[in-house]
């Protein structure tokens, strides 16, 4: 079968190899859409932390069963969304539930091969039924997930005013789930294409050299309810903190290597509840699947970007030099 192969840093190409084994409790997948990851462009550039080449990326994808291999709830034919993230169900955040932070947590086309390929291989228990949303919006689910998972982590309430920084893919679905929460939302970027894009989506959005405004302190008042940060940006994740209000909330969606430094004062003075925010679980993925059926979420406008499976290798690259107005690129196969 054919597959992407990023053989190193800068290298990706079109690779025959044989098509993967299945084992008990696993189940065929024939992929239909990819969609390309932030990661993956990382990958490409070889800015990914510990990662081995040679490497098959794909982590957000939607397919068809080939081999339901007896499985209990599938049957060959069934369209499904994936979820790329293997864990250990065994380790203490496995068993409480928590398995988006498993401590050996492998994520298919990261830490091991994915689904740039034609076929994978996933076990039953990652596979969920897409009925009701197409196949190519059934490979936006996994990204969404991320941001309705940090959202669920903020405790966001019904007329909380949330503030996202950051207006990548995974801020712009966290600002889209923080308004299906109810709130009233507020997006900053420091890049003004995004901010553009971002108010095309229907949000208020401000940039960095307007946060001194009385636009922006209007709506800010004397902090938001909950901050988060979707960036990947030390200086913002450092800064951000300092738009919540007392008693508030700051959830970090985004990673860095690196490490982050706040004023304690500030931190104590407004009793403040910090979260880290990672991956997402089976309650996130379902209710991003029910929030595509119903209309809530404008994956048209999101799925900026079109490319074919055999084009990956050119348009993948083109795309990590110049990424304007690109929010999401899906591959189909
Ligand atoms: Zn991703
Ligand atoms: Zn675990």
């Known amino acids: 079968m054919k597959a992407i192969s990023c053989a190193a840093p800068g290298r990706l190409a079109l690779v025959e190899i044989d098509p993967p084994v299945l084992r008990p409790g696993w189940v065929r997948i024939g992929i239909r859409y990819i969609g390309i990851c932030g990661t993956d462009y990382h990958i490409f550039e070889g800015n990914?932390?510990?990662?081995?080449?040679?490497?098959?990326?794909?982590?957000e994808l939607s397919g068809v069963v080939l081999d339901a291999n007896g499985g209990a709830t599938l049957e060959a034919g069934d369209a499904v969304v994936v979820n790329p993230y293997l864990p250990c169900y065994a380790c203490p955040a496995c068993r409480e539930g928590k398995t988006n932070c498993c401590e050996t947590l492998k994520v298919i086309g990261v830490h091991c091969d994915g689904g740039m390929a034609e076929e994978i291989v996933m076990p039953e228990a990652n596979l969920y039924p897409a009925?009701?949303?197409?196949?190519r919006d059934a490979a936006m689910v996994e990204f969404l997930a991320i941001g309705a998972h940090a959202v669920r982590r903020s405790e966001l309430k019904p007329g909380d005013r949330a503030?996202?920084?950051?207006?990548?893919?995974?801020?712009?679905?966290?600002?889209?789930?923080?308004?299906?929460?109810?709130?009233?939302?507020t997006?900053?970027?420091?890049?003004?294409?995004?901010?553009?894009?971002?108010?095309?989506?229907?949000?208020r959005a401000f940039g960095l050299a307007e946060l001194d405004g009385d636009?922006?302190?209007?709506?800010?008042?004397?902090g938001f309810d909950a901050v988060f940060d979707a960036t990947g940006s030390i200086r913002a994740m450092n800064a951000s903190l300092l738009h919540t209000r007392s008693g508030g909330s700051y959830t970090l969606v985004g990673v860095i290597k690196g490490d982050l430094v706040w004023p304690d004062p500030e931190v104590h003075r407004r009793e403040l509840t910090i979260r880290g925010s990672r991956n997402a679980t089976k309650e996130?993925?379902?209710?991003?699947?029910?929030?595509?059926?119903?209309?809530?979420?404008?994956?048209?406008?999101?799925?900026?970007?079109?490319?074919?499976?055999d084009r990956v290798p050119a348009d993948l690259p083109a795309w990590t030099h110049n990424r304007e107005g690109l929010i999401k690129a899906i591959v189909t196969v």
Do not use: C, N, W
């Open 163 to 185: 503030l996202v920084v950051g207006s990548g893919p995974i801020g712009l679905g966290v600002a889209f789930f923080a308004g299906i929460a109810g709130a009233d939302v």
């Open 215 to 222: 636009a922006f302190k209007a709506v800010k008042r004397s």
């Open 48 to 59: 990914h932390p510990f990662l081995e080449y040679p490497r098959i990326m794909g982590h």
């Open 187 to 203: 997006v900053v970027d420091a890049a003004p294409d995004k901010i553009a894009v971002t108010r095309d989506l229907g949000f």
């Open 284 to 309: 996130d993925f379902d209710h991003v699947m029910d929030s595509i059926r119903s209309g809530q979420v404008p994956t048209g406008s999101l799925a900026t970007h079109a490319t074919t499976f």
């Open 131 to 135: 009925a009701g949303i197409s196949l």
